[in-house]
């Protein structure tokens, strides 16, 4: 699925996060938001899917308006993964996963057999099986974190929207998430867009970049034509090092010093 967004002007009350933000994530792309904090990188991904309605411009999915779009709608086109959740009551892993099928199950009856496989599989897939019957609210941090994946893959999305979707995974879960949401946005009409902090990750997993700063796009497209020294030292304030990994073949990012030091 193709995201576009267009001339966004938004943010809170009286304060402007986004100033004129485009942004298009093509389909079977896999698009990272990259930036300081502040830039507006969560701000964005949250005009993404409507949960934030822009003041100016305009979010399609597929050329349909989100604005106009049905929750339920959205919910079956879209799986978000916020920044920070818990669960409101203890539920295995199991049934906290199968809540993500809500925009697909039906009226009245529960779970189907179907709704049981979905479930299956995306435990399967982000490698959370062996922990299917434990209670959520037992879980460490990156567990969690990849429990929610799960729960939006189970929607059978057409496009995962990520908000720091490493956050507190260990190395090797790190690897494991991106090389799955990269595979997600492979699968034929689907797409990606996560919000990043590793710009290493970013460098090796993502087709694409955003770089954000100040609420405006500093700049886009692959990692070798944003993850530059002139770029980092505007967004990031800091003198670095890019260089071509010889064993990844991906930019690996070293922050040397702030700049002025």
Known sequence: MKITASDLVAGYGRDAVLDGVSVEVPEGAFVGLVGPNGAGKSTLLRCLHGALRPRAGRVTLDG???GALRAAEVAR???VVPQA??????VDVAYFVGLGRFPRERLFGGPTSRDREVVARCLE???LTPLARRPVDEL???ELRRVLIAQALAQEPRALLLDEPVQQLDLRHQLEVMAFVRGFSRRGGTSAIAVLHDLGLAARYCDHLVLLHGGRVLAAGPAEQVLTPDALRVAYGV???VERHARTGALEVVALRPVGR
């Open 64 to 66: 349909r308006d989100v």
């Open 77 to 79: 086109l879209l799986g």
């Open 85 to 90: 959740s818990h669960a409101a009551f203890p």
């Open 125 to 127: 897939e982000l490698s």
């Open 140 to 142: 460490s941090g990156g």
């Open 239 to 241: 003198e670095a090092s």
